[in-house]
């Protein structure tokens, strides 16, 4: 197999060429952000992320001095963003001042050796007969995780997360799982969620495999360290949600969008064919909300719109049928698009475009050898990274999708574009060796 061709020292040096192109490209990205914070294709978000750390800084808290998205007063409470990267900023600009292009470029060096490094380890994990080498020299050069590594925004760091987490899961079923291994899922599971709590959703799915898995060694040990990894994150949340309590005198778990994602997302306005980002002609998001509820608090105005949003789901369950089947092609589109920036295309058509074969074919062959062997499928690694990919994609088709909100998807999932490169260049090796002997 090629892993066993490729000398132990040579693939280290390999990893090490590949981390060092990863920093560079992310640098680069940094660089072409600049100083400057404004909006470009798919980072809106980070006018915010910057607005609100200098706000915090000033002694204004998680506040706008303006009107600001999704509808926040001025001066009024806001917990519709990631409190955990708002802080990530506010360090940064302690410490350095107000200069976004260092925040860029301290995000793009951790992130551009993290990802290819926790690739690495999954990689060498899942499939340990081919070099991981593949998919860690395919997500330093992924377009889109280039991009989003030096935007002021959450993706970098929690796509990050998810990978240490699905490595960290992989390394307790592999050794059994010490306490402190559990402890530390915890730890950066609790992360994932404090910049994306939308990862809420995905834990229950990741503990029950781990638990499955470990049934027959040791359950109860497992059981008890996997219920202390529950009570990392919970204390983790906790402190934000008595600091919104305070603030919104209602209980607030943790951030203020999922009602407000859920209501715009399955709004009339659309009939039964999503748009990802709503044009002039079909109206604002602000006029979509009710008049009736324009008066209430962010807290009390998400609560009410995600009632609303069930409503209308409830009350018309074709027409959401047909609203969510419309949203997959947004979600996974690789095509360049005349709606689209010329940034935009180039970042899809060579980043998912490229890798889409390469990770259906890798799943496809890794499916095929699991069934050639002869493994039940949910004892295998590859059940929760499927199931993974499946989830958090039905997730964002039943509320709303956005190319980004794919990308940790896509991170992961390189995993199998390395396997079918891997398969490739073994078989073009053996054609070239065959040709050799022959002459």
Same mark, same amino acid.
């Given at each position: 197999m090629l892993s066993n061709k490729i000398g132990r020292i040579t693939e280290k040096q390999g990893l090490i060429i590949i981390? +060092? @192109?990863s920093i560079f490209l992310r640098l680069l990205a940094a660089v072409y952000l600049g100083n400057k914070v404004e909006i470009l294709p798919g980072t809106a978000d980070q006018i915010t992320y910057h607005t609100l750390a200098q706000r915090v800084l000033s002694g204004f808290g998680f506040t706008f001095d303006q009107p600001w998205w999704p509808a926040t007063k001025p001066g009024e409470p806001t917990a519709h963003w990631s409190y955990l990267y708002t802080f990530f900023l506010v360090a940064i600009y302690k410490i350095f001042g107000i200069n976004p292009l260092i925040a860029r470029m301290l995000q793009a060096i951790f992130v551009g050796f993290l990802q290819p490094w926790l690739i690495y380890g999954?990689? $060498? /994990?899942?499939? #340990? &007969?081919? =070099?991981?080498?593949f998919a860690a020299g395919w997500i330093a050069i992924y377009t889109y995780l280039i991009y989003y590594s *030096?935007? !002021?925004? %959450?993706e970098a760091w929690f796509i990050t997360c998810v990978l240490a987490i699905f490595l960290i899961s992989l390394e307790i079923v592999e050794t059994g799982g010490s306490f402190s291994r559990y402890l530390f899922l915890g730890l950066i599971t609790g992360l994932a969620v404090l910049l994306r709590q939308v990862f809420l959703l995905i834990v229950p799915f990741l503990f029950l495999w781990l638990l499955w898995v470990r049934r027959k060694q040791d359950f $109860? @040990? &497992?059981?008890?360290?996997?219920v202390l990894a529950g009570l990392v994150i919970l204390l983790m949340i906790l402190p934000f949600s008595f600091y919104n309590m305070q603030r919104f005198n209602r209980f607030v778990l943790l951030n203020t969008n999922a009602g407000f994602a859920f209501f715009w997302a399955n709004n009339p306005v659309y009939g039964t064919h999503f748009v990802g980002i709503l044009p002039e002609e079909m109206g604002n998001y602000l006029d979509l909300l009710p008049t009736e509820l324009k008066g209430l608090d962010e807290a009390a105005l998400d609560s009410e719109l995600l009632k609303r949003g069930l409503d209308f789901v409830i009350q018309n369950p074709l027409q959401?049928?047909? +609203? =969510? !089947?419309?949203? @997959?092609?947004i979600l996974f589109q690789f095509l360049p698009s005349g709606q689209s920036s010329i940034i935009s295309n180039i970042a899809?058509? %060579?980043?998912?475009?490229l890798a889409l074969p390469f990770m259906l074919a890798g799943i496809f062959f890794s499916l095929k050898d699991l069934?050639?062997? /002869? $493994?039940?499928?949910?004892? =295998? #690694? !590859? =059940? @929760?990274?499927?199931?993974?990919?499946?989830?958090? *994609?039905s997730i964002h088709i039943l509320t709303w999708s956005l190319v980004r909100y794919r990308l940790?998807?896509? *991170? !992961?999932? +390189?995993?199998f574009a390395g396997l079918a490169l891997g398969k490739l260049f073994e078989g073009l090796s053996s054609k070239v060796r065959g040709k050799e002997v022959g002459v």
């Open positions: 981390i +060092l @192109i999954i990689s $060498k /994990k899942v499939f #340990p &007969h081919y =070099s991981p080498l *030096a935007a !002021l925004m %959450t $109860k @040990i &497992h059981f008890r360290n996997m959401y049928l047909l +609203l =969510s !089947l419309s949203r @997959i092609p899809r058509v %060579t980043s998912f475009g069934i050639r062997q /002869k $493994k039940p499928f949910f004892d =295998s #690694p !590859l =059940s @929760i990274i499927l199931i993974f990919g499946f989830t958090y *994609a940790p998807i896509d *991170a !992961l999932f +390189l995993i």
